[in-house]
């Protein structure tokens, strides 16, 4: 089984104001704690999905980017399209937001402790939130996602509503699924 770590870091960052990936917090890039959880699990190939503005940022030369197309901005479920469509000898996509200071490798672990063959997506809840940003995405998927944009529908619910999906639940205190949207949700 081949599965790609995926970091998600070509958004708009508005409600922040400026691009939030590159945002410090204790001497990291938010993005890159998204990108060692994954790391410690020596996934392969380890991508950065972003664009083109934001492409000469990023610090790294022992990642693949994939650099979205599109001018304008998509959302997550173009951008996993995207993906799925770049990277052609990956089994299973585990995709993680950018915008995650608590991400961690034992999340990333029990995660992929949950891939088999009769799911399409594996993802984490919290109470009824379902968190498909830190989650796992079969190749089977492409299929549904090139539908579902051909339809201009761009929701991860769309996606999740037409998959076999395990969802596996998590602590409403967990702290993996805090993100970083406004300069407001800095933990104090």
């Not at 993005?31 to 392969?44: G, K, M, Q, T």
């Not at 950065?48 to 998509?74: A, M």
């Not at 919290?126 to 549904?144: E, G, T, V």
């Not at 201009?152 to 076999?164: E, F, I, R, Y």
Request: contains cysteine; charged residues 20%.
């Amino acid at each position: 089984m081949t599965i790609a770590g995926v970091v998600l870091a070509g958004g708009k960052s508005s409600r922040y104001g400026k691009p939030k990936m590159f945002e410090l917090y204790e001497g990291k890039c938010l993005y890159e704690y998204s990108l060692d959880a994954l790391r410690d699990h020596a996934l392969h190939p380890l991508v950065i999905s972003t664009n083109r503005n934001l492409l000469p940022q990023f610090q790294q030369n022992d990642v693949r980017f994939v650099i979205e197309e599109e001018q304008n901005y998509q959302g997550p479920l173009f951008a996993l399209h995207y993906i799925m469509s770049s990277v052609p000898d990956s089994e299973w996509f585990f995709v993680l937001a950018s915008d995650l200071p608590f991400m961690t490798s034992a999340f990333v672990e029990t995660m992929m402790s949950f891939t088999e063959d009769q799911y399409d997506a594996i993802v984490p809840t919290q109470s009824d939130r379902i968190q498909p940003l830190s989650a796992l995405y079969h190749r089977r998927s492409l299929n549904k996602a090139e539908q579902l944009l051909q339809k201009n529908k761009k929701s991860m619910q769309a996606l999740l509503d037409q998959l076999t999906v395990r969802y596996v639940p998590f602590a409403n205190d967990q702290q993996e699924f805090i993100n970083i949207n406004s300069k407001e949700d800095w933990p104090k």
